[in-house]
């Protein structure tokens, strides 16, 4: 479906978000049948005809593709107040949950779910609907809930794993937090949460909900994200370098054989680190882009390679970007790209500067710069990345990276593993099973079992 407001020739904007139902094309909406909510019918036969209607809606929404997604800046509760026009098919969600649209019912309402694994399709309130929520505060309807992680996957808990797909429970702080003052997810409250806690729940307790909005006037209800989060690898080091590159390679050819058909390479040049969502968002003023001496892409590069992300990641593919300007999550944290951090770690700076000399002496030239920016990488709070890859062993690492992977794959295109496992019957790719990591096995490709840190290139 192509919307006619919201074109990824252009870079999506939180005003198209406002002003794209208006002409989702080839629609035609019944204005009577569909103006309103639930709540503004009687119980005749306006309310049966509007509820008929919005589950025809919602079946043929099933088969439809994404026509966008977005990421939630304040959580909402759908089972309170459900006045969505099929009453208990309104998608509830957290903050930085992402959701994926289909289609349009009216202007209080989106057809979508959440990208997370067993998440169903429902109704999604509009930015007008959660905006007019926000400003009669209802209680209990609309949360704004303190996020305990960077770059969520939103996926279903694992409890296998340490870092599940799923992402964190965190985000259960409601709008009443006192430390929530920007949609930019903040990773450095939770402690400051902590010791204010009494403090804070005294103060909720005097206070309206219609006053606490107030702090977050500004803040709007989503921000468009791609329909499928981009796969950016950081670490060991910085990039460019051989010890670096020979890790990320080794695990690209990985996915590579792992994904087959489902995942896409590409080459990213622009420092896509400039893409801030206030930048490219605000086509009315120019931003101040830092002048490089080496002629680094200014807005309009960056603007074009955003689009072309976007475009890619329609295509319900894992995308991985091969980005040397990306060493660190800090770099892409305000982007609107939403990406999924994939972090190589070696924990011991012993380990990585011997793997650094043996490589030779054109790279022990550059090790300060290396062990730097791994120092910095070993700083930031693991809650900035999605997955950390901590293993010695390569296959170990290729089956922790190919099973998350695999689980946020089956929750962004639900539906589609049966088909999958059929037509990859026999063939590399194994749906979860114990031999999901065994690209490295002798019968497959002739490549003995390795060590991560000793990967070639």
């Not at 407001?5 to 870079?11: D, G, I, Q, R």
């Not at 990306?326 to 951090?341: C, E, F, G, M, R």
């Not at 062993?393 to 929750?411: I, K, T």
Request: hydrophobic share 35%; proline share 4%.
């Amino acid at each position: 479906m192509i919307l006619n407001c919201l074109k990824l020739s252009e870079y999506p904007s939180l005003g198209d978000l406002y002003y794209f139902h208006a002409d989702f094309e080839g629609d035609e909406f019944d204005g009577r049948k569909t103006s309103g909510t639930s709540s503004e019918y009687g119980d005749g036969e306006d309310l049966e005809a509007l509820r008929i209607l919005a589950l025809e809606k919602l079946q043929a929404a099933r088969t439809r593709p994404v026509a966008f997604a977005v990421r939630a800046n304040y959580g909402y509760n759908g089972s309170e107040d459900d006045d969505s026009p099929v009453h208990g098919m309104a998608v509830s969600f957290e903050k930085d949950d992402c959701l994926h649209i289909k289609d349009k019912f009216n202007k209080d309402w989106w057809i979508g779910r959440v990208v997370k694994e067993g998440h169903n399709i429902g109704f999604v309130p509009s930015p007008d609907k959660l905006e007019s929520i926000r400003q009669s505060g209802v209680s209990g309807k609309l949360k704004m809930r303190q996020s305990s992680t960077s770059s969520n996957m939103n996926l279903h808990d694992d409890p296998q794993n340490q870092r599940s797909p799923l992402g964190e429970a965190g985000g259960n702080n409601s709008f009443d937090d006192e430390t929530v003052n920007s949609p930019v997810r903040n990773v450095s409250t939770e402690s400051n949460n902590t010791n204010n806690n009494n403090t804070t729940n005294s103060l909720n307790a005097q206070k309206g909900k219609k006053g606490i909005f107030k702090k977050n006037e500004q803040l709007h209800p989503y921000y468009v994200i791609p329909s499928m989060r981009p796969i950016i690898f950081v670490g060991p080091s910085l990039k460019g370098y051989e010890v670096t590159d020979m890790m990320q390679k080794a695990l690209f050819d990985y996915l590579k054989h792992r994904f087959s058909e489902r995942i896409i390479f590409t080459r990213v040049n622009a420092d896509i680190s400039l893409a801030k969502r206030s930048n490219l968002n605000n086509q009315n003023r120019q931003p101040n882009f830092p002048k490089k001496s080496n002629g680094q892409a200014g807005l309009a590069e960056v603007q074009e390679e955003v689009n072309r992300i976007f475009e890619l990641c329609r295509s319900s593919q894992l995308v991985v970007l091969d980005c040397d300007t990306i060493n660190n999550p800090s770099q892409v944290i305000k982007t609107s790209l939403a990406p999924i951090i994939v972090a190589i770690k070696i924990a011991s700076p012993k380990v990585l500067t011997r793997l650094i000399k043996s490589r030779g002496k054109n790279q022990v030239k550059h090790l300060n710069i290396q062990m730097i920016a791994a120092d910095k990488l070993s700083q930031c709070n693991e809650e900035m990345f999605d997955v950390v890859l901590d293993e010695n062993q390569l296959e170990d690492a290729c089956e922790h990276l190919g099973e998350f992977l695999e689980a946020y794959w089956r929750a962004a295109v639900p539906g589609a593993q049966e088909g999958l496992i059929a037509q990859e019957n026999g063939g590399f790719v194994n749906q979860g099973g114990p031999n999901g990591a065994g690209y490295n096995g002798v019968d497959q490709y002739g490549t003995p079992q390795r060590n991560l840190r000793t990967a070639q290139v």
